[in-house]
């Protein structure tokens, strides 16, 4: 089963930092957009941050701008999410995914989870305030 495998979450204190990164093991990411996605209990899956293949475009949820960087290795097969000044709202698991329809991000992608596969197990995001 083709699967992402995230890593890099944690406990934190507010105002905090923490690095996620996301790969899947033997697969090249190449060709597709790749999209960071949250779920708090209790609450709908959000839309974090995509970046396209190629051109490294970038979009975030209005909520994170400023604070979260989205980045990728395509030599490594690997997407990274940069959390700055993180808040206790930023609780959540967080998934990546990879969108099969597209390679590059627009202002909607992280409106429509349904073009994203390969979603993985997430990884925790704690933060304590």
């Known amino acids: 089963q083709v699967q992402f495998v995230e890593s890099g ?8 930092s923490l690095r996620l990164s996301c790969a899947i093991p ?25 970046i396209s293949y190629r051109d490294v475009k970038t979009d975030y949820l209005d909520s994170v701008k400023g604070r979260f960087t989205i980045s990728r290795d395509n030599a490594k097969n690997t997407v990274y999410l940069q959390m700055s000044s993180l808040k206790p709202e930023d609780t959540a698991v967080y998934y ?13 992608s992280l409106s ?18």
């Not at 979450?9 to 905090?16: A, C, D, I, K, M």
């Not at 990546?96 to 909607?108: E, F, I, P, Q, V």
Request: contains cysteine; hydrophobic residues 30%; glycine residues 18%.
């Open 9 to 16: 979450g944690g406990l934190v204190q507010s105002g905090g």
């Open 26 to 50: 033997g697969f090249s990411l190449d060709y597709y957009a790749i999209g960071w996605f949250r779920q708090a209990p209790g609450k709908e899956r959000d839309g974090v941050s995509c």
């Open 96 to 108: 990546c995914a990879a969108n099969l329809m597209r390679s590059r991000c627009d202002s909607g």
């Open 112 to 129: 429509r989870a349904h073009e994203y596969s390969y979603w993985g197990q997430g990884t925790q995001v704690t933060v304590s305030s």
